[in-house]
């Protein structure tokens, strides 16, 4: 295997003494993999979850917390029986480099010069890795790509295999092993995503995908409740949302700054987007939360943040969104909730969503600052 160590190839004692064992016991039992199963377990069992993310993978019978990535796609980590039972439809090259974080040939590999339009997914779990768009070629002799499609459906850990520090990378679903990553690549991002082709699948641009290469069903929800910082903090701990967001909306200006909306001129309100899973979060569920946040009878403030952009509205993405919003409203201005105090959100269809500045979003988490806002889940 002396020409594995051209990529850095190497393979980490732990994952040696699992992969020596996995091949062992397919040559005993066929393809049958019960014994690496029970090794890999015990193995991982000693190592820090720290260092190695992939020990999520390890656990039986262990129910993993749904997931669901940046791009919509569900990174949930299948469990170690699942990651088993596709393996084990691979063919050998493909078992060897994925399970057993081999590494195949340089210039030998099938995806190399592959040069189509399209999607590069998880050869034993389907999940989109890297799309043809950042591709390149790196002269290595394997399949590079200066980023990944999702950053979230990679893990990544330290490699010290083969007497050097590398960072591998494997698929965040089912723990794969695909490659590594360098600090040697191209413009944007500098670096250098090298991949086995036989750990990949690609599909192109104009042919269907498989269920498990598609994202998951998504929606998404908008609402103005003061300042969206807390808004936005609180949403993202929602379960069943993906992902929340700082922005503006319902102005007058394309591309407004936190400055502008501040001057109060361009008549937007700051506003959260959320994205949800309608499977695992009703757009009801979303309008409870989103008033126990916030005040809706306060007019154009909220809290000690006085000024339009701070009014209180719901812009709703549907016709559907627009009946349950007035209906819920309408349900609550019926109660003595508010006592007597009229509701003044807006319900207005939702205009263009302009993200807040990068240091608006998670600030939060950022700064550790507090909020007004209380969890409302
Ligand atoms: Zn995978």
Redesign the pocket.
């Known amino acids: 295997m002396g020409f594995l160590r051209e990529m850095g190839v190497g393979i980490s004692v732990r994952r040696r003494l699992v992969y020596v064992v996995s091949m062992a016991t397919m040559l005993l039992a066929g393809w049958s993999l019960a014994t690496s199963t029970q090794v890999r377990d015990r193995v991982d069992d000693s190592t820090p979850p720290s260092v190695n993310q992939n020990a999520e993978h390890g656990k039986k019978g262990q129910a993993m917390k749904f997931r669901q990535s940046k791009s919509g796609y569900d990174i949930t980590p ?1 469990s170690c029986e699942a990651v088993e039972e596709l393996a084990s439809k691979l063919d050998p090259e493909a078992y060897h480099i994925t399970q057993g974080a081999d590494t195949e040939r340089a210039f030998c590999g099938g995806l190399l010069e592959n040069k189509k339009d399209g999607v590069y997914t ?6 989109p ?1 890297f799309s043809s768009a950042h591709k390149f070629d790196s002269g290595t002799g394997w399949p590079s790509f200066y980023t990944p499609f999702d950053a979230d459906h990679l893990t990544q850990q330290v490699d010290n295999s083969g007497g050097r520090v590398r960072t591998e990378i494997n ?6 092993h695909m490659g590594h990553v360098f600090d040697d690549g191209p413009p944007p991002t500098g670096q250098r995503y090298c991949l086995n082709s036989a750990a990949l699948k690609f599909s192109e641009k104009g042919s269907p995908l498989p269920p498990e290469s598609r994202p998951a069903q998504t929606d998404v929800a908008y609402f103005a409740g003061g300042c969206f910082w807390g808004i936005e903090h609180y949403f993202q701990l929602g379960p069943g949302v993906i992902d929340a967001t700082s922005g503006y909306m319902q102005g007058n200006v394309d591309n407004p700054t936190y400055k502008q909306v501040g001057s109060d001129t361009t008549g937007h309100a700051e506003t959260v987007k959320v994205v949800f899973d309608p499977q695992r979060i009703t757009y009801r569920r979303l309008l409870e939360a989103f008033f126990d946040m916030h005040d809706p009878t306060q007019m154009d403030r909220q809290g000690p943040d006085v000024g339009n952009q701070y009014r209180s509205g719901v812009w709703y993405a549907n016709d559907r969104q627009r009946k349950e919003a007035e209906a819920f409203i309408k349900e609550l201005s019926g109660g003595d909730r508010y006592r007597g105090k009229k509701i003044v959100t807006q319900v207005e269809p939702a205009k263009t969503f302009w993200p807040a500045e990068d240091y608006h979003q998670d600030y939060l988490d950022k700064t550790g600052g507090a909020c007004h806002v209380s969890n409302p889940w």
């Open positions: 299948l998880c050869v034993v779990c389907g999940l890795l698929c965040a679903r089912c723990g794969a």
